[in-house]
């Protein structure tokens, strides 16, 4: 499985983003795609999931201005992460994961800065 995280950029603060993560291959039709960042010097840290059914969770820090979605013409590999009301803490690589049953899959990341 493959995973290409997309849509990252620079934006100020107060603005948003749509993060994309598309996979192909071996891709399984019950996976659960997560979203992760990492900030400088920091431990990469989970955002928010959203399985293959369009259920989603999310941390607490992040709730009620991130968004994870699946596509509606392709769920089971495209997936977003809808970012509103961004703040400089939000800046991070972030990147996208399957996990599945015959493994747990990751992107290569895409950067997220936002400006104070």
């Known amino acids: 499985v493959q995973l290409q995280a997309s849509g990252g950029g620079l934006v100020q603060a107060g603005g948003s983003l749509r993060l994309s993560c598309a996979a192909s291959g071996r891709v399984s039709g019950l996976n659960v795609m997560g979203w992760y960042r990492q900030a400088p010097g920091k431990q990469r840290e989970l955002v928010a999931t959203?399985?293959?059914?369009?259920?989603?969770?999310?941390v607490d820090f992040i709730k009620g201005r991130f968004t994870a979605s699946r596509d509606t013409k392709n769920p089971v590999k495209t997936g977003y992460l809808q970012m509103n009301s961004l703040k400089p803490e939000d800046t991070a690589v972030y990147y996208c994961?399957?996990?599945?049953?015959?493994?747990?899959?990751w992107g290569q990341g895409t950067q997220v800065t936002v400006s104070s």
């Open positions: 959203v399985t293959s059914g369009g259920t989603a969770d999310y």
């Open positions: 994961n399957v996990r599945q049953t015959d493994g747990n899959y």
